[in-house]
């Protein structure tokens, strides 16, 4: 979608704090996380371990990845 009109940043600013739609003014394919930089990372885990993991993901209602991920997250923090 492009924008209707281009906006100063302090414009952006103010629809974005009051909960407006901004969608029009951003262009998605070019956003960026920083630090979320993926990195892959092997683990080797025995089956028990991954029995486990597997029912707790079902459970969730979550991948085993992404339970993991969070499980390792939560645990950094």
């Known amino acids: 979608m ?3 009109e281009t ?3 302090e414009q ?3 629809m974005f704090d009051n909960g ?3 969608s029009a003014y951003v262009d998605w394919s070019k956003a ?4 979320e930089e993926l990195r892959r990372v092997n683990v080797d885990f025995p089956a028990w371990v991954v029995e486990g ?3 707790e993901a079902r459970h969730l209602g979550v991948t085993r990845q992404s339970l993991v991920k969070m499980w390792i997250a939560e645990r950094l923090r």
Not at 32 to 35: A, C, E, I, L
């Open 12 to 14: 952006l600013d103010e």
């Open 2 to 4: 492009k924008a209707r």
């Open 32 to 35: 960026r996380r920083p630090n």
């Open 53 to 55: 993991l597997d029912r």
């Open 7 to 9: 906006i100063t940043a």
């Open 20 to 22: 407006e739609d901004i």
